[in-house]
């Protein structure tokens, strides 16, 4: 079982900088892949960072440059940089956690991940 709870949302100007943060309870131990995911109203969920367990990193064309995913075993937290930010990326961000097995469906693919956060507001102004 494992606990995320996201923090770090606000709202910032186009152009401004935010980091977002999730912190992991329950089994912390585990070298699991994370990811970020966001949704905005009347969208699909969208996959944006994730990290594998080799620590690779993958982002979505649309934040590739701007946002940078890393997780900290220390402080068993998981982090989403976020710089240069654009009104496009005004959505609710949530942390995921996949420890399953069975069939890959992608990393930023919301069916690879059974581990979700509540998700955290982000809102950029123009």
């Known amino acids: 079982q494992v606990h995320l709870v996201e923090s770090g949302g606000g709202s910032v100007q186009s152009g401004g900088s935010l980091r977002l943060a999730c912190v992991i309870s329950?089994?912390?131990?585990?070298?699991?892949?994370m990811a970020w995911f966001r949704q905005a109203p009347e969208e699909e969920r969208q996959g944006v960072a994730a990290i594998d367990r080799d620590g690779s990193e993958t982002y979505a064309d649309s934040v590739k440059g701007r946002f940078t995913i890393s997780r900290d075993f220390a402080e068993n937290t998981l982090y989403l940089q976020m710089n240069s930010l654009k009104p496009e990326d005004t959505a609710m961000y949530y942390c995921a956690a996949r420890l399953r097995v069975g069939r890959d469906y992608g990393v930023l693919q919301a069916g690879d991940y059974n581990y979700w956060g509540l998700g955290t507001q982000v809102t950029v102004s123009s």
């Open positions: 329950g089994y912390t131990d585990g070298n699991y892949p």
